[in-house]
């Protein structure tokens, strides 16, 4: 941990060109280097307009954000070329030309400078995402061929080239199938944990909770209405609304694995076994 929070919010509003009323309003949050932060609320709460702030692709219009322990308001371009940044949605046309290797070698361009051709450390780093997100057979393939969930990895390599302190999530899983997202789900979590990649990490996949998660932000109408560990936020009269995020019925689960259910009641665990969701009212079945 550094003297610093890695990230400091400080009243910030966000307000889109054109629009009477801030979408984000008065955020104020710090997140300290190495932390895993899940943003978490219904659509749209705010979450990928918090993500852009941060990022600098949205300008704040009131507050203050410091990044690195820098204005942003200064130091936008530093910034950002320390942070990765995976986008909710995206699409590439099918006839875009550009191989695979290509378009991630595109994601240096900040470490490179304009100027520089990239060597062989570079294509090398390259290799080494693409095979992190299980896709290096599928370096010389045209990025538009690809499958939505592969263009995924792809972005997701993409914002792994840049060598980031901080990583920015924006729904990840959306396009995966089970066992893509299981994998990156270690993935996120060994990024995290091995390399102290501070991630923040925009889901309503709750089934797949990595590993190390250590906060939860709770968003709703532009606003933070929770920010605290998930067994207080389960706890919390939030969770309840969380049906629809199929949070109750495989959260607990996530957070038995990682151990942080294990000083509650036998109950709880008898329902992790057998029983039905209290939560849910009965709607769900507990996973054995
Ligand atoms: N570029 C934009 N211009 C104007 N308004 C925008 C823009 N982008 C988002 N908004 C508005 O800001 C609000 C928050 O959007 P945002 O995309 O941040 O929500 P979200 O929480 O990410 O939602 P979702 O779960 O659907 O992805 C929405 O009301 C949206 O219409
Ligand atoms: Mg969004």
């Not at 009323?21 to 219904?42: A, C, M, Y």
């Not at 203050?64 to 949605?89: D, L, P, T």
């Not at 906060?215 to 936020?233: D, L």
Request: with cysteine.
């Amino acid at each position: 941990m550094t003297d610093h929070p890695q990230i400091v919010l400080h009243d910030v509003n966000t307000t889109y060109e054109g629009a009477n009323n801030p979408t984000l309003r008065d955020i104020s949050l710090k997140i300290q280097k190495g932390e895993f932060v899940l943003v978490v609320g219904p659509n749209g709460a705010g979450k990928t307009t918090l993500l852009e702030t941060i990022n600098g692709i949205q300008k704040n219009t009131a507050g203050e954000i410091r990044v690195f322990n820098r204005s942003m308001k200064k130091n936008k371009n530093k910034i950002r070329k320390k942070v990765g940044y995976v986008i909710q949605s995206f699409e590439y046309d099918p006839f875009m030309p550009f191989l695979v290797k290509d378009v991630v070698m595109m994601g240096r361009t900040g470490k490179l400078g304009v100027l520089n051709f990239p060597r062989k450390k570079d294509w090398d780093l390259v290799w080494e995402c693409l095979k992190l997100v299980g896709m290096s057979d599928f370096v010389k393939h045209p990025i538009g061929k690809l499958s939505g969930g592969q263009q995924q990895k792809i972005m997701i390599a993409y914002a792994l080239v840049k060598e980031p302190d901080i990583l920015l999530l924006d729904e990840p899983y959306s396009n995966l199938d089970l066992d893509s997202k299981l994998a990156m789900s270690s993935l996120f979590s060994e990024l995290n944990q091995e390399k102290k990649i501070t991630i923040i990490m925009v889901s309503h996949e709750i089934k797949q909770i990595p590993q190390g998660v250590t906060r939860v932000v709770f968003m709703k109408n532009g606003r933070i209405h929770f920010n605290g560990s998930i067994t207080k936020f389960l706890e919390s009269n939030l969770a309840n609304d969380m049906k629809c995020f199929n949070w109750c019925r495989v959260g607990r689960f996530k957070l038995f694995n990682n151990g942080s259910l294990r000083s509650k009641s036998q109950n709880d665990i008898d329902w992790l076994l057998h029983g039905t969701c209290r939560l849910c009212r009965g709607g769900s079945r507990a996973i054995n």
